[in-house]
């Protein structure tokens, strides 16, 4: 068990690397941040003391160095756009994101795999047709028109739920959170819903797939012989070998929600880290960009790796061919 979460964790810090490098390397050469800084009227003499200023007449391996040692002790330099730390600057918004990224991901868990396993023990049923058919929209619509479209009718016509905005927080330390008050919560349903809608479906279809393939095995016909109920045959034994596969892609689509969140904060205007890296884009903020992209990356990475110790833990094939050293 050591050994295979040792070899993860190796793996998971060239991951890291590697993205860090890319993402320093692509936003190096993606426009000029000193003529979105300093605009079209600076002189020259500016220019150049900007550029030294910010670092930037350095090599870039020397760049790239300090920036690897600075992310290692929690600081990704200035922002290019507003003059503060940027460590500060995601700090500030990433409770807006983990408040939706968390409501989105209960959503689509939830109601996916309920889903999911409705549609698999009742494959013939007029319902089951209905929820499949209405899954297709979760697959087929981008993320930015079921935002629209939610806006549409329940902010606009029926006048429900607020259209923008996180509503009112409460601070609590350093976090701000708005799942403590009315309109915090009101506000976030819309976002949540929307962001949640193509990971429940590809869940819920994957749940039935999985559970619909494990009702037909030998085991399962030989639990029905002997004469178990429906409810241990189904949850019991068919339920707990479907979720083995699941774990993996559904802990995967946990960390796409993050990435998602972009579009969704964009639409709903959400205070959180992607409307920030939305509008860093804009003026070519380096360290804004490069930190964002490699938080996005370090949140894959946990979640992988948490994904491979529980597949670990769940599936006994894994700890006896760890055991063999195979």
């Not at 178990?228 to 339920?239: D, E, M, T, Y």
Request: no cysteine.
């Amino acid at each position: 068990m050591l050994a295979f979460i040792a070899r993860r964790l190796l793996q998971s810090v060239l991951v890291m690397l590697v993205v860090a490098f890319i993402a320093f390397l692509v936003f190096r050469y993606v426009g000029d941040p000193l003529a979105a800084l300093l605009g079209q009227d600076a002189r020259a003499s500016d220019y150049d003391a900007a550029r030294e200023r910010l670092g930037l007449d350095q090599p870039f391996y020397i760049q790239f160095y300090y920036f690897v040692i600075n992310a290692l002790q929690g600081q990704f330099g200035i922002s290019y756009r507003l003059q503060q730390p940027v460590t500060q600057l995601i700090l500030d918004r990433l409770p807006a994101t983990i408040e939706l990224a968390f409501a989105s991901a209960t959503i689509a868990l939830v109601f996916g795999i309920m889903l999911g396993i409705y549609t698999a023990l009742r494959p013939r049923a007029f319902s089951t047709g209905v929820v499949m058919t209405a899954s297709l929209i979760g697959v087929s619509l981008p993320t930015f028109l079921i935002g629209i479209g939610l806006i549409y009718v329940f902010a606009v016509e029926l006048k429900w739920l607020p259209s923008f905005g996180r509503g009112e927080v409460v601070q609590i330390g350093w976090w701000k959170t708005g799942l403590l008050t009315q309109s915090g919560l009101r506000s976030l349903i819309l976002p949540a819903i929307t962001l949640s809608l193509f990971q429940l479906t590809l869940i819920m279809r994957l749940v039935r797939a999985e559970m619909l393939e494990v009702l037909r095995t030998d085991y399962i016909r030989f639990a029905r012989a002997r004469g178990l109920s429906k409810r241990a045959i189904n949850f019991g034994h068919a339920l707990k070998n479907t979720m083995v596969p699941v774990i993996t892609i559904t802990g995967l689509q946990l960390g796409s929600v993050i990435a998602f969140a972009i579009i969704t904060e964009t639409v709903f205007q959400w205070p959180g880290v992607g409307s920030l890296f939305v509008n860093s884009v804009a003026v070519v903020d380096v360290p804004v960009m490069a930190a964002y992209l490699v938080f996005v990356a370090l949140v894959f990475v946990v979640i992988n790796l948490i994904v491979d110790i529980l597949y670990f833990i769940v599936d006994p094939r894994l700890r006896d061919g760890a055991r063999s050293g195979k």
